[in-house]
């Protein structure tokens, strides 16, 4: 049986928690990916999606970004491998403190937004953060762009990986993200964005923003959950893949 894993970004509010769409859509989704305070989020609101994902039993991974709370995290900052590594390790800690003391077990590390997409280019930040997930825990599970160096350096270093893929981003030839300045870098038609996920999960492919397949393997979807219509459309998502005989599961060791 084939099976895909639905991942989101979560808890990136502050203060008296504002994230109306997170607690509904927990119902759909099978990962967690919660901000860590550098980029979003504070100790109240990962207390709360915490306490959320371990009651609605979504697998629960530390999302560290960047320290630019007024960028969102999606700003390139010049940082050196060990920052990489120290602002990595900081967060993942931050984030395990909740999920043990709310009883769960931490599960993976997706990096967020423009760390993100700098260590899937960058090998030396790709392994600096790899590093501080290994010097944490070698148990937890990576998940990073798939075809991207973070993937490559995973495996070498033995790390259980989960290559992602995005429901509404468009794709380049060479299998990256089109770049968030482009015109066409989102997907707004919804019924696109599920032929996507659909061809991601039957057949490893995508088609690129230039009209050409390619091959992209993929264990997980991340579903953005801050659009108006994030709720209907996670759950549109979930009746077509069990329509197809998709099994919709959180990825294991």
Known sequence: MK???LNCDMGEAFGNYAMPNDEKLMDYITSANIACGFHAGDPDVMQQTVALAVKKGVAIGAHPG????QGFGRREMKITPNEAYQLTLYQIGALSAFVKAAGGKLHHVKAHGALYNMAAKDSTLAK?????????????????????????????????TASEVFADRSYQDDG????RSANNAL?????????QVLVFALK???????????ALRAETVCLHGD????????KLIVEKLKKEGILIKAPSI
Do not use: W
């Open 3 to 5: 099976m895909i894993d």
């Open 66 to 69: 960047l320290p630019d709370l």
């Open 128 to 160: 600096a953060i790899l590093q501080a997930v290994c010097d944490f825990d070698r148990g937890l599970i990576l998940y990073a762009l798939a075809g991207s160096k973070m993937i490559a350096e995973a495996e070498k270093a033995g790390i259980v």
């Open 176 to 179: 990256l993200l089109t770049p």
């Open 187 to 195: 997907i707004t038609n919804e019924e696109d964005a599920v032929n």
């Open 204 to 214: 490893q492919e995508v088609n690129s923003a230039n009209g050409n397949r390619i």
């Open 227 to 234: 659009g108006e219509h994030a709720v209907a459309f996670a």
